[in-house]
């Protein structure tokens, strides 16, 4: 009803409408539709500011576990097993008689410095030459190649002498600095063939962290996930440098991607068998250490060369690097033969061996040592 200029209600005609009938809206006056609307947004401020503040608890108990178990860190976290070497041409050796934990496993050493348990007397000597995969990178003690072939062959006392990042010239400056005088009754090299790849040898820095040899202390660099979604990550190298949750997440991504490298490389060498990436140079500047070290031999030492495979399948390299080392009175066990080129490695590398590969990698050394009659039998 509507009041007319002398004050009386006249009746709304039929059929009429208010503006806001007209609008479909509610003939409310007021601040009341306002109401709604500000408690709305303020519903909707504080549900964000909860989500936020629940990712943010919860990244932020990740990144403290991390750090308090030390599972990963932001700073420098060095393995604790080595320790400089007076000998010029090693220059860094492990710790003797220690037990510490390093590339994800348990390191023990006995009193010589060499990974494993202390040797028995009254047994002859195995002694294995070599790097990483002969070390037993991130495998556990019982899980080595020479802690495998120790349990194949108990009459006898297996020698663990590698370190990671030896090469010839310092796995020779071992066996005349600490293994000759053992008088070992068999000598095993296991070969990869980065070992052609020599740049120096590599050195502990200040904190306790192997170096490649011209190495320089240089300002801190991130290196950050440069592929997938982590790619767009806003602040990813502040982060890379200062979290140790995307350092660890880094570690998966990067493992993860690696394998997929991996097997494109390996179906890559098979498809192009004969291509070749070691230069003749290489392998001759090998022979000639390889030459160094056999000069120390008795002459009457059994020794074996094994090949331990990569993903190139090197058909031309390896048939020249098994003449050059047959000339040095070595027996040759190449080990492509038994795993082509895609034996089964770390599930978070791709170069070191997994524990079964290690195992059966042992199985094949033993049934060699045995075949060419490299290790006495029956005494």
Same mark, same amino acid.
């Given at each position: 009803?509507?009041k *007319?200029?002398?004050?009386?209600?006249?009746?709304?005609?039929?059929g009429?409408?208010?503006?806001?009938?007209?609008?479909?809206?509610?003939?409310?006056?007021?601040?009341?539709?306002?109401?709604?609307?500000?408690?709305?947004?303020? !519903?909707?401020?504080? *549900?964000v500011?909860?989500?936020?503040?629940?990712?943010?608890?919860?990244?932020?108990?990740?990144e403290?576990?991390?750090?308090v178990?030390?599972?990963?860190?932001?700073?420098?976290?060095?393995?604790?097993?080595?320790q400089?070497?007076?000998?010029? #041409?090693?220059r860094?050796?492990?710790?003797?008689?220690?037990?510490?934990?390093?590339?994800?496993?348990?390191?023990t050493?006995?009193?010589?410095?060499?990974?494993?348990?202390?040797?028995?007397?009254?047994?002859?000597? %195995?002694?294995?030459?070599?790097?990483?995969?002969?070390?037993?990178?991130?495998?556990?003690? #019982?899980?080595?190649?020479?802690?495998?072939?120790?349990?194949?062959?108990?009459?006898?006392?297996?020698? *663990?002498?590698?370190s990671?990042g030896?090469?010839?010239?310092?796995?020779?400056?071992?066996?005349?600095?600490?293994?000759?005088?053992? *008088?070992p009754?068999?000598?095993?090299?296991?070969?990869?063939?980065n #070992?052609?790849?020599?740049?120096?040898?590599?050195?502990?820095?200040?904190?306790?962290?192997?170096?490649?040899?011209?190495?320089?202390?240089?300002?801190?660099?991130?290196?950050p996930?440069?592929?997938?979604?982590m790619?767009?990550?806003?602040?990813?190298?502040?982060?890379?440098?200062?979290?140790?949750?995307?350092?660890?997440?880094?570690?998966?991504?990067?493992?993860?991607?690696?394998?997929? #490298?991996?097997?494109?490389?390996?179906?890559?060498?098979?498809?192009?068998a004969?291509?070749?990436?070691?230069?003749?140079?290489?392998?001759?500047?090998?022979?000639?250490?390889?030459?160094?070290?056999?000069?120390?031999?008795?002459?009457?030492?059994?020794?074996?060369?094994v090949?331990?495979?990569?993903?190139?399948?090197?058909?031309?390299?390896?048939?020249?690097?098994?003449?050059?080392?047959?000339?040095q009175?070595?027996?040759?066990?190449?080990?492509?033969?038994?795993?082509? !080129?895609?034996?089964?490695?770390?599930?978070?590398?791709?170069?070191?061996?997994?524990?079964?590969?290690?195992?059966?990698?042992?199985?094949?050394?033993?049934?060699?040592?045995?075949?060419?009659?490299? %290790?006495?039998?029956?005494?």
């Open positions: 009803m509507e *007319n200029e002398r004050g009386h209600t006249c009746p709304q005609p039929r009429m409408k208010t503006i806001a009938q007209q609008a479909g809206m509610p003939a409310l006056r007021g601040s009341y539709t306002l109401r709604p609307m500000r408690s709305s947004l303020r !519903n909707t401020v504080i *549900n500011s909860l989500l936020l503040a629940t990712i943010a608890i919860f990244f932020g108990g990740i403290f576990a991390l750090r178990t030390g599972l990963q860190t932001t700073k420098p976290n060095p393995p604790k097993i080595y400089s070497s007076a000998i010029p #041409d090693i860094y050796e492990l710790k003797p008689s220690i037990s510490e934990r390093a590339y994800r496993s348990t390191v050493t006995n009193s010589l410095g060499f990974r494993g348990p202390e040797l028995q007397e009254g047994k002859q000597l %195995i002694a294995m030459l070599g790097d990483s995969i002969t070390f037993g990178y991130g495998l556990e003690d #019982d899980q080595t190649l020479p802690a495998h072939l120790q349990a194949l062959l108990p009459e006898f006392n297996v020698l *663990n002498t590698a990671p030896y090469n010839l010239t310092q796995q020779t400056a071992v066996f005349r600095e600490k293994v000759k005088k053992l *008088n009754t068999t000598l095993v090299l296991i070969f990869h063939f #070992d052609l790849e020599e740049s120096g040898i590599a050195h502990l820095d200040e904190q306790g962290i192997l170096r490649p040899e011209g190495w320089t202390l240089e300002e801190e660099q991130c290196s996930i440069k592929t997938g979604l790619a767009y990550v806003p602040g990813k190298c502040w982060l890379d440098l200062r979290s140790a949750f995307y350092r660890a997440v880094k570690k998966f991504v990067t493992a993860q991607q690696g394998k997929r #490298d991996l097997q494109e490389q390996e179906a890559t060498a098979q498809e192009n004969f291509s070749e990436n070691m230069k003749a140079e290489s392998l001759k500047a090998y022979g000639e250490t390889l030459a160094k070290l056999t000069a120390l031999l008795p002459r009457d030492l059994p020794r074996l060369f090949i331990w495979p990569e993903r190139n399948l090197h058909f031309t390299a390896r048939e020249q690097l098994k003449s050059l080392v047959e000339a009175g070595f027996r040759v066990l190449d080990l492509y033969e038994v795993f082509g !080129n895609d034996a089964e490695t770390l599930s978070w590398d791709t170069v070191h061996p997994s524990a079964e590969t290690a195992e059966h990698g042992a199985d094949i050394i033993k049934a060699a040592l045995e075949h060419y009659n490299l %290790i006495p039998i029956g005494e």
